[in-house]
């Protein structure tokens, strides 16, 4: 199945879980199978398995490989390269306002877990804004906090190696309705 195959509503509906958006967070450092996935965030090896078919099924992961892990045969998941962050194919319509509300909701629970972890640091960014903006500069400015947010995904590693510091990002941008 092809990203673009995917409805766009599948996919918020398969990110509006705090537990998925966990696991999608894990998988960007390194392919995983389920059970190390449960490890790591102390859910059931069932649950992990059951979050990670419904993001399979999204087309927000997929199967890296599969090994032999006594007798029984584990699948690898890994985050899908171009994520969620890519144009819509010509004729498709963007997923329903109250879809992308689920995601932002599923956000905020991971933003508020994620809080309660935070470590007193020197060097943090905190923004938040309602704002008036040309939409040329809009566009420009979305353009380059995903392409930030693409170089720290493409060097993050797998949770606890050595070296490396755990880090929270979370960015929601969207245009309003006028009130």
């Known amino acids: 199945m092809s990203l673009r195959d995917v409805d ?8 509006a879980h705090p537990v998925r958006l966990q696991i999608l967070s894990l998988l960007t ?17 069932a649950n992990a398995s059951y979050h990670l078919r419904h993001l399979l099924a999204s087309g927000l992961v997929e199967i890296d490989g ?8 584990a699948k690898r998941y890994r985050i899908v390269p171009e994520g969620i962050d890519r144009p819509l194919p010509p004729g498709r319509e963007p997923a329903p306002v109250d879809e992308e509300r689920l995601v932002y909701a599923a956000l905020a629970a991971e933003l508020r877990r994620r809080a309660g972890l ?3 640091s020197t060097r943090k960014s905190l923004v938040d804004a309602e704002l008036w903006v040309d939409p040329r500069v809009w566009l420009e400015v979305i353009e380059r906090i995903t392409a930030a947010a693409v170089d720290l ?17 979370t960015i929601a941008m ?5 009130s």
């Open 174 to 178: 969207f245009q309003m309705e006028e």
């Open 29 to 45: 450092g390194v392919p995983l199978t389920a059970a190390d996935v449960a490890r790591e965030l102390d859910i059931t090896h």
């Open 8 to 15: 766009p509503t599948t996919e918020l509906r398969a990110l």
């Open 153 to 169: 995904h493409h060097v993050a590693q797998a949770p606890r190696t050595a070296g490396t510091t755990r880090v929270s990002m």
């Open 118 to 120: 935070a470590r007193a």
């Open 66 to 73: 599969v090994e032999r892990i006594r007798g029984g045969a």
